[in-house]
Structures are given as C-alpha cells and as structure tokens.
C-alpha cells in the first residue's frame, strides 16, 4: 500500500483536524476528515480506512466532561466497529480531546474493568487551563506509534489531562504490561532515579497524572492516547524558540505520524 488512508473524526467544537491533517499528510499518509455524523449514518465507510485519529479540541464543547459525549456515542452506536477496526490490524490514535474520547468511551483504552471504568482523565491539579511545552520520555515498545522515539518536547493545551487509574491495582497492571508508553518529564538516570520516584514536579508534569503518564496503548500497541499535541510540532518553526538557535530538519510530532503511516508501506 503506497499511501494508507487515514480518517480524522471530527464533532461539533473539534478545532485541531486541520493540523492533524496536514500532519499525516507530511507523514505520507492520505488524510481526511468526517463529520461523527457521517459515521453513525454508515459506519461501514471504516473498512476504507488504515487509520483513525480523533484529534484535539473540545469535542461538543466539553459541556458535560471532556470528551464524555462524543466517548458516549461511540461507546453506545460504534463499539462493535472501533473493535472490528482494532482486530483488523488497523491502527487508532487520540489526541488530546481525542485521548479523552477514547477513554470516556470505555472500550478500547483501557477497557473498562468489573463494570467500573479502569481509569480516566480528570480536572488537573492546578485547577486550570495548562497551556505549554513539556519535556516527554517513552518507555517500553509496546506502542507503534513510539517506534524509535525516545524523547520528545511537544506542547500540551487542556483543563482535564489528570491521569487517574482505576486503583494502584490497575496502574500496576498497565505498567506491568508496558502499555504506559509516554511519561511527562525527562528520562531518569542513576544519579536521579531516587529523586524521580517522588514523580516529575509541576510544571513539567502540568496535570498532576499519577505516574507522570502523557500516554497510554491498548494491549495490542496499535491503539494509543496521548494528552501532548504531536501535531503542534511537526515544522521547526513551530518550536517556541526556533529564532533562537539551531533546529532539527523536523518537529519531534512528526516521527509519531510518520511511524503509524509506515506501519502500513
């Protein structure tokens, strides 16, 4: 397959699938964007698809929860083919808002666990808006999406980014199971490790996400969530300082997209 076609879903206040896009498009695959209405009157439009994002950006405004009604409508009407996608070695990506959904949704990442919802993203510690860049480090190889990718520096821009695991149980499980794949912060090394187990401080960690997660893949690798906007950094200039020394040929978002395009040539 020369160009694996990619579906960005979109709602009523999503306001990043422009970006998402063109980064996608950058990264060699063949982008388009759907209107969630499209999909529930034909939900069969999916089998045309290698990829499905759900991009950034307040998703029904963000009336009832972040990303709740969109995760609800897709919980109740799209379930058996967010699945099906899944199970056909397709690959499903959430941003931000995006994340959110999937979550909220219950059904992919993490699935819910003893009728009770395993984790879910809840109101940052501040009690604001946080809206910066952050230093990023993966872990494990778990997700496609982190192939090759060891750091990175990506801005986050959300209200509710607070990663809360159902219980100590099920955080241990998913890092047991290598499926918290990006943590904000900077990698440890033995002259920090001690310090780092008292968890990245504010705010490098703007949301206050239990584990520092940033990032969270299914069982399979090929389902992942992230709060940070990989799409914000896909050109140099993008970067907040790029007036102000040299800068790589590319934004460290790229590789993400290119990494999920690639999965498929």
């Not at 498009?25 to 982008?31: L, M, Q, V």
């Not at 750091?151 to 499980?173: I, N, W």
């Not at 950094?233 to 800068?247: A, F, L, S, V």
Request: charged share 20%.
């Amino acid at each position: 397959m020369a160009q694996p076609r990619v579906l960005i879903l979109r709602a009523p206040g999503t306001n990043c699938d422009g970006e998402t896009a063109y980064a996608f498009e950058r990264a060699g695959g063949k982008p388009e964007r759907l209107h969630i209405n499209r999909l529930l009157e034909a939900s069969s439009v999916l089998d045309e698809f290698q990829i499905l994002c759900l991009p950034g950006g307040f998703s029904y405004g963000d009336d009832i929860a972040a990303g709740r009604i969109l995760g609800n409508q897709i919980r109740h009407h799209l379930a058996d083919c967010l699945q099906e996608f899944r199970a056909k070695g397709k690959l499903i990506l959430g941003i931000c808002n995006g994340f959110q959904i999937l979550i909220k949704s219950g059904i992919l990442l993490p699935e819910d666990r003893d009728f009770k919802p395993a984790a879910t993203l809840t109101w940052n510690d501040s009690g604001k808006f946080e809206d910066r860049w952050v230093p990023l480090y993966t872990a494990g190889s778990k997700s496609i999406f982190f192939a090759g990718i060891d750091t990175m520096y990506l801005p986050v821009a959300h209200a509710e980014g607070k990663f809360m695991p159902q219980s100590q149980q099920e955080l241990d499980r998913l890092q047991a199971n290598s499926q918290l794949v990006l943590h904000y912060g900077c990698r440890a090394t033995e002259s920090t490790a001690r310090a780092m187990t008292a968890g990245v401080a504010y705010p490098d960690n703007p949301n206050g996400s239990l584990g520092d997660v940033a990032g969270v893949c299914d069982d399979t690798g090929r389902v992942c969530g992230l709060m940070p906007h990989p799409e914000r950094y896909i050109e140099p200039t993008q970067h907040p300082r790029w007036t102000r020394g040299p800068m790589p040929e590319a934004g460290d978002g790229l590789r993400l997209f290119q990494n999920a395009v690639n999965y498929f040539i």
